[in-house]
Nanobody, 126 residues
Framework: QVQLVESGGGLVQAGDSLTLTCTAS????????MGWFRQAPGKERNFVAS????????EYNDSVKGRFTVSRDNAKSTVYLQMTSLKPEDTAVYYC???????????????????WGRGTQVTVSS
């Protein structure tokens, strides 16, 4: 059974940095494309970042480019989201997601991910 557990969320001030961690179990982690999504209250779940199986490929939502960095450690079955220069509009519940892929695919659509964590809250005060 695949399990994804996010951690690292919290309350920070605008301009601060935060690193989210997603630890996976129950899967062959290096065979999975990983993604980060976020959902603010009353809004739909939106793509934040994606990383290929090896970590050689990444993609970001335009709103976080240059501020967020996604990375992974396949030996630890962990994916990270380093967030810098945080803004109040980054406030949301952040979810990690996993999708088995044969090749070095990047995925941005939430509907294409089959496994999800429960999320971690990030709140950025102004």
């Amino acid at each position: 059974q695949v399990q994804l557990v996010e951690s690292g969320g919290g309350l920070v001030q605008a301009g601060d940095s935060l690193t989210l961690t997603c630890t996976a179990s129950g899967l062959s982690f290096s065979n999975y494309t990983m993604g980060w999504f976020r959902q603010a209250p009353g809004k739909e779940r939106n793509f934040v970042a994606s990383i290929t199986r090896t970590g050689r490929g990444t993609e970001y939502n335009d709103s976080v480019k240059g501020r967020f960095t996604v990375s992974r450690d396949n030996a630890k079955s962990t994916v990270y989201l380093q967030m810098t220069s945080l803004k109040p509009e980054d406030t949301a519940v952040y979810y990690c997601a996993a999708r088995f892929t044969i090749h070095e695919y990047l995925i941005t659509e939430p509907g294409r991910f089959g496994d999800w964590g429960r999320g971690t809250q990030v709140t950025v005060s102004s």
